[in-house]
C-alpha cells in the first residue's frame, strides 16, 4: 500500500472519530454547565464545521452527508440552547459551506467518473495494442522462422547441386529434413524396387538411436502417398478415416507427413517424417518438405545424368565394353596391385580377321553386327573379373587379372574357337548395299575346313575369326604401355603367321 492511501484510509477513521469526541464534548458543555462561555461552545461549533467539511473531501459520500447531518443537528441545538447569536451565525455558514461542499464532491465525482472512464479506455487500448503487438511479433517470428528455413533451403540446394551419388543426396535429404521440419522422432526414404514393385527403405534418420524402425517396405501411409501421387498430412492418425488404426506399427505414431519423390513424371520413391505428438505438425512443414524434395528430385536426376554422361566417356556405344582410356587406366592400378602383391597380369590385344573386307564386302551395319556378337563372346569366355575393352575399330583388349601366361593362354583359344564357331562369316546383309557375290555361310566346320575366297580374301565355309597377341606381367614387361605394346606386336605376328592363331611368346 503506498503513502497516500495510507493516510487517506487513516483519515477515514480519524475525521468519524475526532467528530464525534467534539460532538460529546459539546454535548457535555451544553447539559452540564449552562453556564460555560459562550465562545467555549463556539469553538466546539466551529472544530465540528471544520470536521464535517473535511469529511467531504473523502472519497465516499456518505461519509460526508451523515457527518454533515450530525453536525447539523448539534449546531442547532447549541443554537436552540443557548440562543446566542454567534451560534446562529455558525449554523447559517455550515449550511452554505455544506452546500458547497457537497457541490464541490459531486464536481469531482463527476470528474473522477471521466477519468475512470478515459483510464478504463486507455486500459482497453493498452490491452488492443499488446494484443496487436503480440500478433506482430508472433508473426515476425513465424517469418523470422520462413527466412531461415529458406536460407536453410537455399544451402541445402548449393550442396545438392554439387552431388553426383544418390546414396550421399538421399542420406543428405533425410538429414536435412529431420533438422527443417523439427519435431520428428524419424525420417525415412522410401525408393521404388521396380523388380519387386514394392517400397524399399534406402536411408533413415532417428532422433532417438533406440527407436527400431522394422518397416523396410513402407505401412499404410507410404502406399497411400505413392498411389496418389500427393503429399500427406495427418495430425492425429487415430482420427483420420483414411487408415486403419488398429493396424500395428513399430513405434508410436501420432502425427505424420510425407511428399512423392516425383522424378519423370511418376513417383520413385517418398520421404517421411513422423512424431509420436498428435498436431505436431502444420501446413508450413509440409510445403517446405515438398520444396526439399523437388530439390532432391532435381538432383536426382541430375545424378542420373552425371552417371549417363560418365557411363557414355568410359563404355563403347557400339558393344557396351569399355573405353581405351578406362582401360588402361585401370590396367595402370592393375599393374600397382600385382606389383605389390607379386602376382603375374596377362593382357590378350584381339583383332578381327579380314574385318575391313567383310566390311567393304556387306556394309557397315553389317560390321556392326559382327563387332556386338565378338564382344558378348569376349565376355562369356573371360572369367569373372575381366576388364574388357574396345581398343580400336575392331580391336579389343583383355586384362586377365591374376592370370599367369599358361592360363591366359587357355583363355585366348577359347576366344578364338568361340568366335570362330559361333560368329558366321556371311549371312548378313543391308538392303542398300547388296554384294554382287552371296556371302558364305557358317557351316561350324573346324578351321581346317575353312577355305579363303581369293577374290575377298574372306574365310569361306567357315565363321569369322581373330587373331590374338598375349603379354603377361612382370615376365614381358614391368609398365602398362610397354604391355600393351608387346602384346600387339604378338596380335600381328598373329597375322603374319595366317591369322585365326594366339601367339604368346
Keep these: 500500500m503506498t503513502p497516500r492511501a495510507t493516510s487517506l484510509a487513516f483519515s477515514r477513521w480519524l475525521v468519524p472519530a475526532s467528530t464525534l469526541a467534539v460532538g460529546g464534548l459539546l454535548a457535555r458543555f451544553l447539559l452540564s454547565r449552562p453556564t460555560a462561555p459562550v465562545e467555549v461552545i463556539h469553538t466546539l461549533c466551529l472544530t465540528l464545521i471544520a470536521l464535517a467539511v473535511y469529511s467531504w473531501t473523502l472519497e465516499v459520500a456518505a461519509v460526508g452527508a451523515i457527518t454533515s447531518g450530525a453536525v447539523a443537528l448539534a449546531l442547532l441545538w447549541a443554537w436552540g440552547v443557548r440562543q446566542a447569536p454567534l451560534l446562529g451565525w455558525d449554523a447559517a455558514a455550515f449550511a452554505l459551506l455544506s452546500v458547497a461542499a457537497a457541490l ?67 542420406q543428405l535429404a533425410v538429414e536435412q529434413a529431420l533438422a527443417l521440419i523439427g519435431k520428428s522422432d524419424a525420417c525415412l526414404l522410401f525408393l521404388v524396387d521396380k523388380e519387386q514393385q514394392e517400397l524399399s527403405l534406402f536411408a533413415s534418420k532417428k532422433r532417438d538411436a533406440a527407436i527400431n524402425i522394422r518397416a523396410k517396405h513402407g505401412d499404410q501411409f507410404d502406399r497411400y502417398v505413392l498411389r496418389t501421387h500427393r503429399p500427406l498430412l495427418v495430425n492425429d492418425v487415430r482420427r483420420d478415416f483414411r487408415f486403419t488404426v488398429n493396424v500395428a506399427l513399430d513405434r508410436p505414431i501420432g502425427a505424420v507427413i510425407a511428399c512423392p519423390l516425383m522424378l519423370g513424371g511418376g513417383p520413385e520413391g517418398l520421404l517421411r517424417l513422423d512424431s509420436a505428438h498428435a498436431g505436431a505438425y502444420t501446413q508450413d512443414d509440409l510445403r517446405f518438405l515438398d520444396i526439399l524434395l ?64 567383310y566390311n567393304d564386302t556387306y556394309g557397315h551395319m553389317a560390321g556392326d553386327v559382327i563387332l556386338k556378337a565378338i564382344a558378348e563372346l569376349l565376355r562369356q569366355a573371360a572369367p569373372p573379373g575381366t576388364v574388357i575393352a574396345r581398343y580400336g575399330g575392331e580391336e579389343f583388349a583383355v586384362l586377365l587379372a591374376r592370370q599367369p601366361r599358361p592360363q591366359a593362354v587357355e583363355v585366348a583359344e577359347r576366344i578364338r574357337r568361340l568366335v570362330e564357331q559361333e560368329v558366321p562369316g556371311g549371312g548378313v546383309q543391308h538392303k542398300e548395299h547388296q554384294p554382287s557375290v552371296p556371302p558364305p555361310v557358317l557351316d561350324r566346320r573346324s578351321r581346317s575346313g575353312s577355305q579363303r575366297d581369293p577374290a575377298s580374301g574372306l574365310q569361306t565355309g567357315g565363321g569369322m575369326t581373330v587373331s590374338i597377341g598375349l603379354a603377361t606381367f612382370p615376365d614381358d614387361a614391368l ?23 594366339v601367339c604368346a611368346s
Design 104 to 170: 464541490v464532491q459531486r464536481r469531482r465525482r463527476r470528474s473522477s467518473q471521466r477519468l475512470q472512464q478515459v483510464l478504463d479506455d486507455l486500459r482497453e487500448e493498452q490491452t488492443v495494442n499488446e494484443q496487436s503487438v503480440a500478433q506482430v511479433t508472433h508473426a515476425h517470428d513465424g517469418l523470422h522462422k520462413k527466412l531461415s528455413r529458406y536460407q536453410q533451403l537455399q544451402s541445402i540446394a548449393e550442396t545438392l547441386s554439387n552431388m553426383t551419388g544418390l546414396a550421399a543426396i538421399a
Design 479 to 501: 609398365a602398362e604401355l610397354e604391355l600393351i605394346r608387346i602384346a600387339d606386336q604378338r596380335l600381328y605376328q598373329a597375322k603374319r603367321s595366317g591369322r585365326n592363331l
Design 294 to 357: 523437388d530439390l532432391a528430385a532435381t538432383a536426382v536426376t541430375n545424378a542420373r545424368l552425371f552417371a549417363q554422361i560418365q557411363q557414355l566417356a568410359m563404355t563403347d556405344g557400339l558393344t557396351g565394353l569399355a573405353l581405351r582410356r578406362p582401360f588402361l587406366e585401370e590396367l595402370s592400378r592393375e599393374l600397382l596391385r600385382a606389383g605389390r602383391s607379386r602376382e603375374p597380369v596377362s593382357v590378350l590385344m584381339v583383332d578381327v580377321d579380314s574385318f575391313k573386307e
